[in-house]
């Protein structure tokens, strides 16, 4: 079982607002990374650091962190930001990576 | 242009060995944290196994003592030796290049199955 813990599925119409959350220990010293995964593809590093995008990322996509709990909020949601989105961070063991179960995004 | 070309999946019986290689082209491997994560089918992403620019290597406690990662620095590939392979091994398998701590370069992934 996953330490970071993710909501399965979150829906937004198109064009609002989503966030999509990650829980567990290791968010209270570290910062999460989210990914962003599509059907047959492999997944797409969107989030990272306090809230920094890499080259190519839209920025209606942005992060946040308080207490055990990050975020990653879509700000306008897209038809094309319908996907699968994973956080990861250190695990509470020590190990250098765990990842959360995933949320499926579906744009309505 | 950075770019990661995993090799080596297919079909292996339980209890037995397979090797994977990933490519690197755009930067230097041994340079870099380089990891390993798998999926399995409809499944999420697990992280699998890191080594460290220094060489320094770490591993999930579901392959801990059965899979090695390794990089051949003169060919600029990472690999990662799988042996005792089971059943629940079987899942896509992609390399990717650590930033700190964020995976930012992802190879295309390449599926090992391991059946009888």
């Known amino acids: 079982s996953s330490e970071l813990t993710q909501d399965p599925a979150v829906s937004v119409a198109l064009g609002q607002t989503v966030r999509i959350t990650c829980q567990g220990d290791?968010?209270?010293?570290?910062?999460a990374s989210w990914y962003q995964q599509k059907p047959g593809q492999a997944p797409v590093l969107v989030i990272y650091g306090k809230n920094n995008r890499p080259s190519g990322i839209p920025d209606r996509f942005s992060g946040s962190s308080s207490g055990n709990t990050a975020s990653l909020t879509i700000t306008g949601a897209q038809a094309e930001d319908e996907a699968d989105y994973y956080c990861?961070?250190?695990?509470?063991?020590?190990?250098?990576?765990?990842f959360g179960g995933g949320t499926k995004l579906t744009v309505l | 242009e950075v770019q990661l070309v995993e090799t080596g999946g297919g079909l292996i019986q339980p209890g037995g060995s397979l090797r994977l290689s990933c490519a690197a082209s755009?930067?230097?491997?041994?340079?870099?944290?380089m990891s390993w994560v798998r999926q399995a089918p409809g499944k999420g992403l697990e992280w699998v196994s890191v080594i460290y620019s220094g060489g320094s290597t770490y591993y999930a406690d579901s392959v801990k003592g059965r899979f090695t990662i390794s990089r051949d620095n003169s060919k600029n590939t990472l690999y990662l030796q799988m042996n005792s392979l089971r059943a629940e091994d079987t899942a896509v398998y992609y390399c990717?290049?650590?930033?700190?701590?964020?995976?930012?370069?992802w190879g295309q992934g390449t599926l090992v199955t391991v059946s009888s």
């Open positions: 290791s968010l209270r010293s570290y910062y």
């Open positions: 990861n961070s250190r695990d509470s063991s020590g190990n250098p990576w765990v």
């Open positions: 990717a290049r650590a930033l700190g701590r964020e995976l930012d370069y």
């Open positions: 755009g930067f230097t491997v041994s340079s870099n944290y």
